[in-house]
C-alpha cells in the first residue's frame, strides 16, 4: 500500500470515530480519543513525507524565472576569486572583492558533501500565481475594469429617440512597485576549507529557499504597507488582509455559527464565486483549520473533503484543490483558537495574482568584508512585489465574534 492510500485509510478510520460519536450524540471515550490522536499523528507524518517528495517543484520553478535583462560583465577569470557565471534563473555567482582590490589568490573551498537540514516550509501558493517580469519602468500599471458597462437594451427597428451610450463603464489602475529583497549567510572559512559540496550550489539553494519563502509568506499576509521597524520599505499584498486594493471587506463570507466553521460556511463560499473564477479557484488554509475543515459534512451526511490518492496532487474540498499552507493564519485566541475578527481561509483563482519582478535573484560572494571573522558572506537580492488584482476572484472566510450577553 502506497503512502497515499495509508493516509486515506487512516482518515476514513478517523472519520469512522468521529461519526460513531456523533451518531451517539456523545464525547470521545479516552479510548477513542487516544486513538484518534495516534489516527492523526500518522496521517500527519505521512503527509510530511509526501510533500517533502515534491517540494523542490517550487525552487526548480523559481530557478526557470527569466531576468529581464543581463549585466555585462567587464571582469576577466583572473581577476576574480570565483568565475562570474551565468546560471539558469537569472542567478549569478559573482564576488566582491577581485584580485586588483585585494581579494586572496587560492582555489575555491567546499562544502561538505551531504548537507542535514530540517524541512523548510513548503510555498504552496507562490507557484499558483501568475508572474511577470518587468523592463526597465520604475513601477509597473495594472489596468482594472473598476465598473462594468451597463446592460444592453431592446429597441425598436426605427427608435422614438436616439440610442443612449453607456456611462458606466470605467477603468482604474493599480501599481505595482520594485521593493528590495535581500538575504545574507554568513559562513566560516573552517567549514568551507574541510568540505566537498560546491559553495555556488548550496548558497543558491538556502538563499532561494529563503526568499522563496518571504515571496510566499507575503503573497499570503502581506500588508501592503511599510511594516514596523522596516524603514519605511513596502511590501506586497497578501489575499488574508482586507484592502480596497487587493480582496476588500466585501469579499468576505462570515461564519454563520460564533468562534466555530460549519460546512454552510464552505458551501457559501463556494457559491460566492462566479463558476468562471471557481472552475480554477483552490482553497488556501493552515494545518490547524484544516483539521476541523476534515471533518465537516453536507446535509447528506457526506463528507466535504476527499483525499486525493495520487502523489503530487493535492486533496480536494468541494471538488477543488487544498493548499494547506503553514504560512496561512490560525485563530488569533490563546493556543491558535478562532476569535472574532479572524480571516481563516481563502478561496479563489490565483492566476488573479500578479506578481512583478524587476530583475532575477543575484548571489553576490564576499570574500573578504568578513575577513575579520574568519567568514564568507553570501547576498541574496531580487526586486519584486505583488498584489491581488481582482476581488471578485477571491472569497474570504471571517470568523464571526462570540454573542455578547445582555444587561449591565
Do not use: C
Not at 469512522?16 to 456523545?26: L, T, Y
Not at 490565483?350 to 548571489?363: C, E, N, P, R, V
Amino acid at each position: 500500500m502506497g503512502k497515499k492510500e495509508k493516509r486515506s485509510a487512516l482518515i476514513a478510520e478517523m472519520e469512522a470515530i468521529s461519526k460513531k460519536v456523533a451518531d451517539e450524540k456523545r464525547a470521545f471515550t479516552d479510548e477513542e480519543r487516544k486513538a484518534f490522536d495516534e489516527k492523526e499523528a500518522e496521517v500527519r507524518k505521512l503527509t510530511a513525507e509526501i510533500e517533502d517528495e515534491t517540494r523542490n517543484k517550487t525552487l526548480e520553478e523559481f530557478a526557470g524565472l527569466e531576468r529581464p535583462e543581463s549585466e555585462p560583465e567587464a571582469r576577466s577569470k583572473d581577476e576574480s576569486f570565483f568565475k562570474v557565471e551565468k546560471r539558469a534563473g537569472g542567478v549569478e555567482l559573482r564576488t566582491a572583492m577581485t584580485q586588483a582590490d585585494g581579494g586572496a589568490a587560492i582555489a575555491p573551498e567546499q562544502f561538505v558533501h551531504d548537507i542535514i537540514k530540517a524541512v523548510e516550509k513548503e510555498a504552496l501558493v507562490y507557484p499558483r500565481v501568475k508572474k511577470i517580469v518587468v523592463n526597465g519602468a520604475g513601477s509597473l500599471g495594472l489596468p482594472y475594469e473598476a465598473a462594468d458597462a451597463s446592460s444592453a437594451a431592446w429597441t425598436a427597428e426605427v427608435p422614438a429617440n436616439a440610442i443612449g451610450a453607456d456611462s458606466t463603464w470605467a477603468f482604474g489602475k493599480r501599481s505595482l512597485s520594485p521593493t528590495d529583497l535581500t538575504k545574507l549567510i554568513k559562513v566560516s572559512k573552517k567549514l568551507l576549507a574541510t568540505s566537498a559540496f560546491p559553495i555556488d550550489t548550496l548558497a543558491k539553494e538556502k538563499i532561494a529557499e529563503k526568499l522563496t519563502a518571504a515571496f510566499e509568506n507575503a503573497i499570503i499576509n502581506g500588508t501592503g504597507v511599510a511594516a514596523a521597524n522596516s524603514g519605511n520599505v513596502n511590501q506586497p499584498l497578501g489575499l488574508f488582509v482586507a484592502s480596497n486594493d487587493g480582496v476588500s471587506t466585501a469579499r468576505d463570507v462570515e461564519t454563520k455559527e460564533s468562534l466555530a466553521i460549519s460546512a454552510d460556511d464552505i458551501i457559501n463560499m463556494y457559491m460566492s464565486l462566479r463558476p468562471g473564477y471557481r472552475r480554477k479557484a483552490v482553497w488556501i488554509m493552515n494545518t490547524a483549520i484544516l483539521k476541523d475543515v476534515m471533518l465537516l459534512k453536507d446535509k447528506n451526511d457526506q463528507y466535504l473533503w476527499h483525499e486525493s490518492l495520487r502523489v503530487g496532487e493535492p486533496s480536494t474540498l468541494m471538488g477543488l484543490p487544498v493548499l494547506e499552507s503553514e504560512y496561512a493564519p490560525v485563530g488569533s485566541g490563546s493556543n491558535g483558537a478562532l476569535a472574532g475578527g479572524d480571516y481563516v481561509m481563502v478561496l479563489g483563482d490565483l492566476s488573479h495574482y500578479q506578481f512583478a519582478y524587476w530583475k532575477g535573484m543575484d548571489i553576490t560572494v564576499a570574500n573578504e568584508v568578513f575577513a575579520g571573522t574568519n567568514q564568507i558572506g553570501f547576498y541574496g537580492h531580487t526586486l519584486a512585489d505583488g498584489m491581488p488584482t481582482l476581488a471578485e476572484a477571491f472569497s474570504r472566510l471571517k470568523i464571526k465574534a462570540a454573542a455578547q450577553n445582555g444587561g449591565n
